[in-house]
């Protein structure tokens, strides 16, 4: 997998690792960066006229996978709600959000968004591939392609 492959995967989803620790990237106009979200550390760099970029600390995860179960879940549920994600408690609550939530790790390791949200509890159990641990929440509609 090249470079374009690599920074397309993360961006559209795909879960990368560098020494345990999720990857993310950021776009300005000119660059895409790629970054640790445990340390913040700065892992490359893409821009249009230069490649400054180590893959050798790449790993790779892939998009969750849903069981047939989790989808028919997923069907069912009003169709308002388009993001899910697990929140850091000891519950490991499994939560539906209106719009995209914003993680927060200070005091409650959480979600937030400032529209609707439910709870699932019920299908803690299952669901297993959402963790908390996942860079951002996942789009409901890219769970159920």
Same mark, same amino acid.
């Given at each position: 997998?090249?470079? =374009?492959?690599?920074?397309?995967?993360?961006?559209?989803?795909?879960?990368?690792?560098?020494?345990?620790?999720?990857?993310?990237?950021?776009?300005?106009?000119?660059?895409?960066?790629?970054?640790?979200?445990?340390?913040?550390?700065?892992?490359?760099?893409?821009?249009?006229?230069?490649?400054?970029?180590?893959?050798?600390?790449?790993?790779?995860?892939?998009?969750?996978?849903?069981?047939?179960?989790?989808?028919?879940?997923?069907?069912?549920?009003?169709?308002?709600?388009?993001?899910?994600?697990?929140?850091?408690?000891?519950?490991?609550?499994?939560?539906?959000? /209106?719009? /995209?939530?914003?993680?927060? /790790?200070?005091?409650?390791?959480? =979600?937030?968004?400032?529209?609707?949200?439910?709870?699932?509890?019920?299908?803690?159990?299952?669901?297993?591939?959402?963790?908390?641990?996942?860079?951002?929440?996942?789009?409901?509609?890219?769970?159920?392609?």
């Amino acid at each position: 997998m090249n470079l =374009y492959e690599m920074l397309g995967y993360v961006i559209n989803g795909g879960m990368a690792t560098y020494e345990g620790a999720k990857v993310y990237v950021k776009f300005n106009e000119k660059s895409v960066g790629a970054y640790c979200l445990k340390s913040h550390k700065k892992l490359g760099t893409l821009t249009l006229n230069n490649l400054a970029f180590d893959t050798e600390w790449i790993t790779y995860q892939p998009k969750p996978i849903l069981s047939d179960d989790e989808k028919v879940i997923l069907r069912n549920i009003n169709e308002r709600y388009k993001w899910i994600a697990r929140d850091g408690s000891p519950m490991n609550n499994l939560f539906v959000y /209106e719009s /995209e939530p914003s993680k927060r /790790e200070d005091k409650i390791m959480a =979600y937030f968004s400032d529209d609707e949200h439910l709870v699932l509890d019920l299908f803690n159990h299952i669901f297993k591939s959402i963790q908390w641990e996942d860079v951002k929440p996942h789009l409901i509609k890219d769970l159920l392609k």
